[in-house]
């Protein structure tokens, strides 16, 4: 059983920038390639939503799920985290869940998001990654096991989502030391072009 720290022991004072993570999937795995012979349309440079431990509900049924954290630190002078260690559970082990539905942020065609997890890992953790995309004709690249270390970005693509349909992602940990989590970006893939 881990123990629990109350005060300046329990926050993460650090403030954490994710861009400078490690990422699970290349930009060859996520990025959209366009030719000069494709139609170009460029979507917003930013998430399309952040959800994290003080933002945990988006648009429409975009939202947050916390499986067993050890803590949820909003109120620290760093970035706000939950903290995790691995411990059995009923959902089969302690994790973090996001839901996201495209048409509640305007979105009214099929599309293809990117879902990034960035958390921090105190030595080697592992983790189950799993995605919903709505079934047929949709797809989930970077799912599966993973053994992760350090400051990292699990990345998910989730492929062909009809804009109504209402998908999720996890990580969920199988095993390893303790972790913080500190948000999930939505995004649009990168566009790489190629003349």
Request: proline letters at 6%.
């Amino acid at each position: 059983m881990s123990t629990e720290f109350s005060g300046a022991d329990a926050e993460h004072t650090d403030v954490i920038d994710p861009s400078t993570f490690d990422k699970t999937l290349a930009l060859s795995d996520v990025a959209t390639r366009l030719t000069v012979d494709d139609v170009i349309t460029f979507p917003w440079f930013r998430p399309i939503d952040t959800i994290s431990p003080v933002h945990t509900v988006g648009e429409g049924r975009t939202n947050l799920t916390l499986l067993a954290p050890d803590i949820l630190q909003t109120d620290t002078t760093g970035t706000p985290y939950a903290g995790f260690s691995y411990r059995d559970t009923l959902a089969g082990g302690p994790g973090v869940s996001v839901h996201f539905t495209p048409s509640a942020y305007g979105i009214t065609a099929t599309g293809t998001y990117i879902v990034s997890f960035h958390i921090a890992t105190s030595g080697g953790v592992d983790l189950a990654v799993a995605a919903y995309t709505g079934g047929p004709g949709t797809s989930a690249a970077g799912t599966g096991n993973r053994t992760v270390s350090g400051t990292v970005s699990v990345v998910v693509a989730l492929r062909g989502v009809p804009a109504g349909q209402t998908t999720w992602v996890s990580v969920q940990q199988k095993g390893g030391g303790s972790w913080q989590w500190f948000s999930t970006s939505i995004e649009y893939p990168p566009l790489v072009i190629k003349l």
